[in-house]
């Protein structure tokens, strides 16, 4: 069982920067690939960025490429999202997600960034 838990969001001007975090505990955080997904009011949960288990691969929403980073500290079991140049359209709950093949996800929480105009 993996628990998941977000911090890092706020309430930021548009142009303005965030970091979020997700701490991960009770698995073996280095087998997992990680996602960070949001969810505006009203919208359906949408994908944000992923990165792989070792975290030589990532890939990222079209929405936010060149202005968010995924990393991972595995020593840590913490992956982070650095959000630059923040948009009023890139409010919403932020949740992490941890998956791997063949067995189930898990999800934290959520963290909710909210980016004034």
């Known amino acids: 069982q993996v628990q998941l838990v977000e911090s890092g969001g706020g309430l930021v001007q548009a142009g303005g920067s965030l970091r979020l975090s997700c701490a991960a505990s009770g698995g073996t955080f280095g087998v997992y690939a990680m996602g960070w997904f949001r969810q505006a009011s009203g919208k359906e949960r949408e994908f944000v960025a992923a990165i792989s288990w070792s975290g030589g691969s990532t890939s990222y929403a079209d929405s936010v490429k060149g202005r968010f980073t995924i990393s991972r500290d595995n020593a840590k079991n913490t992956v982070y999202l650095q959000m630059n140049s923040l948009k009023p359209e890139d409010t919403g709950v932020y949740y992490c997600?941890?998956?791997?093949?063949?067995?189930?996800?898990?999800w934290g929480q959520g963290t909710q960034v909210t980016v004034s105009s």
């Open positions: 997600k941890a998956q791997r093949v063949g067995a189930r996800d898990y």
